[in-house]
């Protein structure tokens, strides 16, 4: 018995499963393997959204419309020819007679009669076209005159001037802006009658230039009126 040997026992617990690498990885797989069967199931069991389907849509709140603006802008007023940018409207005499009624003749606090206007809308005594005579440039053998006439009546008129000078030649006369109107010379001066109308209350002015004559006309009229300014 004494000549017998014993053969080894395999060792047993985590000895026996250092000394076994493969135990450990096969038991890995398996645990993976059912891991990914779990997770499998668990995707197949979700219902999938239909084909073509719309996720819902927001509510979008209605935009705030800004009340309409009218854009369009009132016409100006047709420019009369004839008319200088320095007339503002009726002065007041002829204002209040083209619009307001006329007064009673015998109306005021001490019962007299009261001075009423013409059908032509001018003040008595006034002449519906009014001139004033300046000279508008000076130089050496002639000079620049100038006409400047306000229309105070209700209605459009036409005018003519008369200049007269002692001595001297004309040697053009004009209305910057309008249609010309026509010029008569005699000896002593010349007569220029208006191309246009001015409207009631439209101003307009008549140049000249004069050589070898005196500044001071010896007549000047509109419409057979004195002109202002001499």
């Not at 073509?52 to 420019?79: D, I, Y």
Request: charged letters at 15%.
């Amino acid at each position: 018995m004494s000549g017998m040997r014993r053969v080894p026992r395999p060792p047993h617990g985590p000895v026996a499963i250092a000394t076994s690498p493969w135990i450990v990885v096969g038991a890995g797989v398996v645990v993976m393997v059912v891991l990914l069967i779990v997770a499998l199931g668990a995707y197949r069991g979700r219902s999938p959204a239909p084909d073509g389907a719309q996720p819902p849509a927001l509510p979008v709140p209605s935009a705030v419309v800004a009340p309409s603006v009218p854009t369009s802008v009132p016409s100006r007023a047709p420019v009369l020819p004839g008319i200088s940018g320095r007339a503002s409207g009726l002065p007041p005499s002829a204002a209040a007679g083209s619009g307001s009624p006329s007064a009673d003749p015998t109306d005021g606090p001490t019962g007299k009669p009261t001075a009423t206007r013409s059908p032509s809308g001018a003040a008595p005594g006034q002449p519906a076209m009014t001139g004033r005579y300046r000279v508008v440039q000076s130089f050496d053998g002639g000079f620049i005159g100038e006409v400047a006439m306000v229309n105070t009546s209700a209605q459009r008129r036409g005018w003519t001037v008369r200049l007269e000078f002692s001595g001297g030649r004309l040697v053009t006369a004009w209305v910057e802006g309008v249609p010309q109107g026509t010029i008569r010379q005699s000896d002593d001066g010349f007569t220029y009658v208006s191309g246009v109308e001015v409207s009631p209350g439209g101003s307009v002015s008549l140049r000249f230039h004069m050589e070898r004559a005196s500044h001071t006309p010896r007549e000047c009229t509109v419409d057979g009126a004195r002109c202002n300014g001499l």
